[in-house]
């Protein structure tokens, strides 16, 4: 009886693996894309799956089938973790501006030809609309390896019933004793160090150690303020209400007061700015499929859906021409997301992070992990777990000799 | 007494169930969030059979635990009967002994390891994304087979030596009397081994964030990256199906076992 | 007798699959260990384990670890007891709604766990309600314990059960009628017989909760950190660097085992055999 139970429990789950194994199917070609979390719309909450959509796409282009898979990550660092250590296959990947930059100058990256590949397979390029701020970048001068996707700025987000209107003056925001443990920081070292900066009014992008040094006691200084470091996990913390103020990405803002009402938004006077793009790292088996992948982003439908799903700014005016996409952003999140007299370009070279030098960023990186370990436990932690190690060394000595008694004895 | 001890269960009841609890009822949630209920609704449900993302997740994580367990099971219970048959004492610590490093050494450690080996071994032949579903069944498979090997062993151990000695006596060819005659008698071992392969590798995560790469996630990974994100309620939704599954299962291995202990008695 | 050999043989498939994915990983350990980035040999690694406050983490995470798996104790022994005690039947039952929390995913899990512990969470949303006041509970060394003891209990309380189970209570009577009260039946019969269980137990829920690196990240905030999760911040996040998440690992390892094989010493003179 148990035997048959046993032989059968093996088959049915053995039929159950063939069967997903051939239910997988093969499709002629497959793209890997890595990118940040919920950075696509998805098919969730009535989107359009951009995903299955490229895949049609490209069907009908080429006649090919094609399968998409993604992966996501939560920081540059992560990111540049995975590219370097070169263990995983990706085709299209999404980092920002001073990752790029860096990726770029290791030759970590591959060229794009977003231009000459949509020519060769006879599809209609987007590429010519993206603006003119954001061409030749310097983490890109020559526009070679990225396609912008996405920018947008670092502001302060905060829970009015729970900070007042007058401390919002700008970073000191962060460092305010009256919020002690209702306040969130950055979990990666750019962000977070630059907070410092500008509230120290120290460049972004310095090579001094002593500077890092200064911003590393200024975090160290805020660190029994902080309720947690946080990426993307600050949505929950936030709507929730159970922290009060945190720093973070302008379009996430506005995906988190669809949640809370309660939260409010604003852009210290210095802040950095960002651009993340799309690149194609080396190691991709197929770089043409990647820039067909990032061409079909840039249309228009795509690229709308994207948009208003992830509230970020689009450098695409296929996207921040639409008439559509304005009215269905409002007027508030236009004028957050798309400030007048605002030139990304300009801006980007003073308020953008750049590559640093590999000593500085190794620097970096050890102040950061410093700083994430620094701080003991609370003492009565300590003194429990002494004790309880106390108590336990009294039970086996004790053990030891009521045995030697006992052995003495027989 | 008796008061007291069923006080005491429900506590220790209450605890353990306390977020599957929370769980299963902010899958039924109407609202967006993973914190507040918001009216009941079954949409987080229908989220998810739309998810294909989570769907892939989920039939990925089904076809690897499947894999690691058939392959585990078979070189597990090979390796049970070789050490069992082994002669030299010393051999036979040795190779236990290397047996139980997965069980002894953290997740982490274990994760790491076999990382670094993928990883310069990757370096040496020149083939470097090589993190594939191929690297993640070989780490599954290694740190299921320690506990494979642990349930059969003990059932080789209290079968009767003579038993298959007689079956050869009467004609068997010695793999005929493993086959007919003990694989019987250990199968019981062979398929909770299988069991305990299949619910590690299902429910793994260290080991597969560290041994995992682009192109087939499992259900804890993607998990994992859908943490840092808002979790969507359809997660619940699918790991309150899971829950049911589970649980249902659990009950149909108690009542056939339950039967037929009573039938041996 | 022929069958020996192709018996013994057997064997062979793993002792190779060991040796090849259970050795040498441990051996590439120790290689990143003792060299830099460009492969050359180094003791960097280690001296640099001196320099930060990296002993610190490790003596953190023993003590949070320690705390959790004597609370995992303190709440198992009773239970296994108990169960132990009941209908065959219902024993059955209670095991089961013991292992069935196992089957969940331990990351979903601890996600709800914040829901519960949160200031905005479910139990002090019912303190509120009945004017008892907010208790600040996430992100505290009491919220990540607690989610250890929840994960790694039911590998606490089946070990010892099964030690208790197979207890025959015909040794407990005899004890009695030999004149032990039950406090000393308790000391000298039953816990003694135990203890295999126990220090299994131990090992099950020790060893991972040093390591653990989720549940700290998630309970307690991200603003004291474990051991496990500085080795990962070394393999996947900022500071990337294998050579130094080695050399913790090392350490990590090291200390398990010493702690293991003390352990077992201790259990060993007891006549408890580990299971």
Excluded at chain 1, 387 to 403: D, E, G, P, R, T
Aim: with cysteine; glycine share 6%; net charge negative.
């Amino acid at each position: 009886m148990r035997k048959a139970f046993a032989i059968a429990a093996c088959l049915a789950l053995s039929l159950l693996l063939i069967a997903c194994l051939s239910a997988c199917g093969r499709s002629d070609e497959v793209l890997y894309v890595y990118n940040w979390g919920e950075y696509l719309a998805d098919g969730s909450y009535d989107t359009m799956d951009v995903l299955s959509g490229f895949e049609e796409y490209y069907e009908e282009l080429t006649g090919r089938s094609m399968k998409v898979y993604l992966t996501t990550f939560d920081s540059n660092e992560d990111l540049y973790a995975k590219i370097s250590g070169g263990t995983s296959r990706y085709d299209v990947i999404f980092p920002s501006d001073y990752m790029i930059d860096r990726l770029r100058t290791e030759g970590l990256l591959l060229p794009v030809n977003i231009e000459s590949v949509c020519e060769k397979y006879g599809a209609e390029c987007y590429y010519e609309y993206i603006g003119e701020d954001f061409r030749g970048l310097f983490y890109d001068p020559d526009d070679e390896y990225s396609v912008p996707y996405t920018y947008g700025r670092v502001g302060i987000i905060y829970n009015c019933t729970q900070v007042d209107e007058e401390d919002c003056t700008g970073w000191e925001l962060l460092w305010n004793p009256k919020y002690a443990g209702r306040i969130l920081q950055f979990n990666n070292s750019r962000d977070a160090f630059a907070t410092a900066q500008y509230l120290l009014g120290i460049d972004l992008n310095t090579e001094d150690p002593a500077d890092w040094k200064a911003c590393y006691d200024k975090l160290l200084e805020q660190k029994p303020l902080i309720q947690s470091y946080v990426m993307d996990e600050i949505y929950n913390k936030m709507e929730s209400g159970e922290a009060a103020i945190g720093a973070y990405y302008a379009g996430d803002f506005f995906t988190m007061l669809e949640v809370n009402e309660d939260l409010r938004f604003f852009y210290p006077e210095n802040t950095s700015l960002f651009v993340d793009s799309m690149c194609i790292p080396k190691g991709s088996e197929n770089p043409e499929n990647a820039a067909l992948f990032m061409n079909y982003l840039l249309s228009e439908e795509p690229a709308i859906e994207c948009a208003e799903f992830i509230y970020y700014a689009s450098p695409d005016a296929l996207v921040f021409e639409n008439e559509d996409y304005q009215e269905d952003m409002g007027e508030y999140v236009m004028e957050v997301l798309y400030p007048e007299d605002f030139h990304f370009a300009e801006e980007l070279n003073v308020n953008g992070m750049r590559n640093l030098s590999p000593e500085t960023l190794e620097y970096i990186g050890r102040l950061w992990e410093d700083l994430k370990i620094s701080g003991g436990l609370p003492a009565g932690v300590y003194w429990t777990a002494a004790a309880l190690a106390a108590v336990i060394a009294a039970l086996v000595i004790y053990s030891f000799i009521v045995k030697r008694r006992r052995a003495r004895w027989y | 007494m008796k008061k007291l001890s069923g006080a005491y269960l429900v506590l220790l009841f209450g605890f353990l169930y306390a977020p599957l609890l929370v769980m299963i009822m902010i899958s039924f949630n109407g609202g967006e969030s993973t914190a507040h209920m918001t009216g009941v609704s079954l949409r987080w449900y229908r989220e998810m059979f739309k998810d294909a993302a989570t769907l892939q997740a989920f039939k990925n994580t089904l076809t690897l635990s499947v894999s690691a367990a058939l392959v585990s099971t078979f070189l597990g219970t090979l390796a049970a009967v070789g050490i069992e048959r082994m002669r030299s004492a010393r051999l036979k610590a040795l190779v236990m002994s290397i047996t139980n490093i997965p069980m002894m050494n953290p997740d982490i450690v274990t994760g790491i390891s076999l990382m670094l080996l993928f990883v310069f071994m990757a370096g040496l032949i020149g083939y470097t994304p090589v993190l594939s579903f191929w690297t993640l069944l070989i780490a599954h498979i290694s740190f299921c087979l320690p506990y494979v090997i642990l349930s059969v062993l003990p059932k080789l151990r209290q079968m009767d030596k003579s038993l298959p000695e007689a079956a050869m006596d009467l004609g068997c060819t010695p793999l005929q009397s493993f086959l007919r005659v003990e694989l019987p008698f250990i199968s019981p071992g062979i398929l909770t081994g299988f069991i305990m392969a299949f619910t590690l590798s299902f429910d793994d995560f260290v080991i597969s964030n560290f041994t995992s790469g682009a192109g087939f996630e499992t259900l804890t990974i993607h998990i994992f990256a859908m943490i840092k994100k808002s979790v969507k309620p359809d997660i619940y939704a699918l790991s309150t199906l899971i829950f049911a599954a589970v649980l249902l299962l659990l009950l149909v291995y108690d009542l056939l076992g339950g039967r037929e202990e009573d039938m041996a008695v | 007798m022929k069958a020996g050999l192709l018996q013994r043989a057997a064997a062979a498939p793993h002792i190779v699959w060991s040796a090849l994915f259970i050795l040498a990983p441990m051996v590439f350990v120790v290689y990143y260990t003792f060299t830099d980035g460009s492969g050359s040999p180094s003791l960097e690694n280690i001296t640099r384990l001196n320099a930060g406050n990296y002993l610190m983490i490790l003596v953190n995470s023993l003590c949070m670890a320690l705390i959790a798996t004597v609370i995992c104790f303190l709440i198992a022994y009773p239970a296994a007891f108990i169960f132990s005690r009941m209908k065959k039947k219902a024993q059955r039952l209670a095991i089961l709604l013991i292992m069935l929390p196992l089957w969940m995913n331990f990351l979903i899990t601890t996600y709800s766990w914040m829901t519960i512990l949160e200031d905005t969470g479910v139990i002090n949303t019912l303190l509120s309600a009945l004017r008892l006041g907010p208790v600040h509970m996430i992100n505290t060394p009491g919220a990540v314990i607690c989610g250890m003891v929840f994960c790694f209990l039911p590998y606490m309380i089946l070990p010892i059960y099964s030690v208790m189970a197979g207890i025959d209570p015909k040794l407990i009577e005899a004890a009695a009628d030999l004149g032990c009260s039950p406090a000393q039946t308790f000391a000298k019969v039953i816990w003694p017989l135990s203890l295999g269980g126990v220090i299994s137990g131990i090992t099950m829920v020790f060893v991972p909760s040093v390591s653990t690196f989720y549940i700290s990240q998630k309970l307690g905030g991200g603003t004291f950190q474990l051991i496990g999760d500085t080795i990962e911040s070394y393999f996947t996040g900022t500071a990337v660097n294998y050579h130094f998440g080695a050399a913790l690992s090392l350490i990590l390892m090291v200390l398990i085992l010493i702690s293991m094989a003390v352990m077992n010493r201790f259990g060993e003179g007891e006549g408890g055999e580990i299971r």
